[in-house]
């Protein structure tokens, strides 16, 4: 469409920046852009919230061309970076030393393998349907990844985070059997409303709160606690039924066995609560329909299949006078892309064996970053029985042995069969797992279940599948540690460019392990490239 001259001076808006450009210098351009709606404001860029993607009209109405741009690493911060400066006509290039996208966004399915550091080789025998995220597996609603779910059109569902009928077990603590989260949860809030209650009857308050506000604690105590006469915790319908209320002649039979408030704190159940009150694990939660590769599938297919390139082990970053050279292997051959920038989006701990020419500190910032543990284990079952037998669907056990979680899977009600994570465990758990054989990680993952649902954890079982980050391939993390936060200065060379080299990934982020830190801060590496192209 013709931009619409002004009658006095004939000047066109691409003219009236140039102009700009002219009298003003870049940076009031690119500022001017961004009062007419044309460009992100420096006020936006600095807001996340305010991100402003690039577009095309950024240079057709500039007279600029749009640079040249290798990505190194097609993870989600790599694709993401592809995928947004795609939108303003950048020519990109996506290097990924795997035979895939998305890093640690791995849904496996059946037919996949994979060989780990160890050596260990494995084939998933999945049936048609089911499937493992091996990394992420969720996403809080607030987040930036569901905007790109539907951006993108990749459906969701719920994912069950928490789930009131799932079991908590501390063997460690004495626990002989399961218990169900809604029966601890009952039983810690009863007995911490009944104790505050009572002390607050007998004045332990009278100097922290006057009369009229411990009046409404003690109504809050009550409901909160279901506090009977005498302000005492007795059970009740909140802990669940041994025969669940039904047709007239019955009414249910309650849960009893009500233990004391000794024996409930001493089990060590009320540990898993704040959980649910975490920011980044309160539900609602969900997942894309289908497995959570749907993501980094739709990025590689916006930004076009033919400028990611697969398989290509990048070997060396050098910067030049005018550009960037990235040389990389792939099948055997030794290949070479010359860029005017540079996306290093791998894991700072793969980025740090790579040789470059960008100084001693970005590279004493990259060291600085600690590649993390954790993995994970699918079980596939001939049936359903955690619903059929234990009405759980969804949700999370929680226990002090080594498997640590275990996930009934939120897609699939009421299927033949279904897949169970055996266990998401972390750390020294995940590393002794790891160098375990597969079968042998199995039969420990199984044996840990045993105890919590009983034999048909063992004799339903048809195949499995585990994963661990830090023996996989070109990867070597789950996460990061990043001391001292993203904005320490040691890190102010990965912050920042260096030259013509920008760096972008979750590790850079206040939310690691999360895609949504991988998006933000493409997002804010896109944006620092964009308006330095924009006012050179």
């Known amino acids: 469409m013709a931009v619409q001259q002004r009658p006095e001076t004939g000047t066109s808006r691409r003219a009236f920046l140039r102009h700009v450009g ?38 057709t109405l500039t007279g600029r061309g749009a640079a040249k741009v290798v990505v190194v690493g097609g993870g989600i911060a790599g694709l993401a970076t592809a995928y947004e400066l795609g939108k303003a006509g950048y020519d990109c290039t996506v290097l990924e030393a795997r035979d895939r ?6 849904t496996v399915r059946g037919g996949d393998s994979t060989v780990d550091l160890y050596g260990n080789r494995q084939t998933a025998r999945f049936s048609q349907g089911q499937y493992l995220n091996a990394g992420p597996a969720r996403l809080p609603q607030w987040m930036v990844t ?21 079991y908590l077990y501390n063997e460690s603590a004495g626990m002989t059997a399961p218990v ?14 009944e104790l505050l209650a009572k002390a607050t009857d007998k004045g332990a308050l009278d100097k922290e709160l006057t009369a009229s506000d411990q009046d409404r604690l003690m109504e809050f105590l009550k409901d909160f606690g279901d506090l009977g006469d005498k302000l005492t915790y007795k059970g009740g319908e909140r802990r669940g039924y041994t025969t669940v209320p039904a047709a007239t002649g019955t009414p249910g039979v309650l849960l009893g066995d009500v233990p004391s408030a000794s024996d409930v704190f001493a089990s060590g159940v009320g540990r898993y609560f704040s959980f649910e009150f975490g920011f980044d694990q309160a539900m609602l939660m969900f997942q894309p329909v289908g497995g959570m590769d749907q993501i980094p599938k739709a990025l590689t297919r916006a930004i076009g299949a033919h400028k990611v390139r697969t398989g290509a082990v990048v070997s060396r970053i050098t910067q030049t006078a005018g550009g960037v050279t990235v040389t990389y292997t792939q099948g055997g051959r030794t290949r070479a892309v010359e860029a005017d920038y540079c996306v290093g989006a791998l894991p700072p701990n793969m980025l740090a064996r790579i040789p470059h020419n960008l100084g001693s500190g970005v590279q004493s910032a990259l060291e600085a970053i600690t590649p993390q ?13 955690w619903e059929l037998d234990h009405k759980i669907y969804g949700g999370i056990t929680e226990t002090d042995l080594d498997v640590t979680h275990i996930w009934h899977p939120s897609y699939g009600f009421h299927g033949e069969r279904g897949v169970l994570v055996g266990y998401y465990n972390y750390d020294t758990d995940a590393d002794a797992y790891a160098k375990l054989t597969p079968g042998e990680r199995e039969k420990r993952a199984v044996a840990a279940g045993v105890k919590i649902y009983g034999d048909k954890y063992r004799t339903e079982l048809a195949s499995s599948f585990s994963h661990h980050w830090r023996q996989t391939p070109h990867l070597e993390a789950a996460w990061h540690d990043t001391p001292g936060g993203p904005d320490d200065p040691r890190y102010k060379p990965l912050n920042e460019p260096t030259g013509r080299v920008y760096f972008a990934g979750d590790w850079l982020s206040y939310t690691d392990a999360w895609q949504h830190g991988a998006f933000t801060s493409a997002r804010r590496a896109v944006t620092k490239l964009h308006a330095r192209v924009l006012s050179a």
């Open 373 to 385: 543990s954790a993995g994970k284990i699918g079980l596939e079952y001939r049936s359903r029985w």
């Open 101 to 106: 996208t998305g890093g640690r966004n791995f």
């Open 22 to 59: 002219v009298t003003g210098g870049a940076g009031a351009m690119f500022a001017t852009m961004g009062a007419l709606g044309l460009a992100p404001t420096a006020q936006a860029a600095s807001r996340e919230q305010a991100y402003s993607a690039p577009k095309s009209g950024d240079f």
């Open 180 to 193: 169900r989260y809604r029966t601890a949860k009952a039983d810690v809030y009863g007995y911490v409303a």
């Open 146 to 166: 569901l905007d790109y779910c539907r951006e993108l059109g990749v459906p969701v569902e719920v994912f069950t985070n928490t789930n009131a009928d799932a």
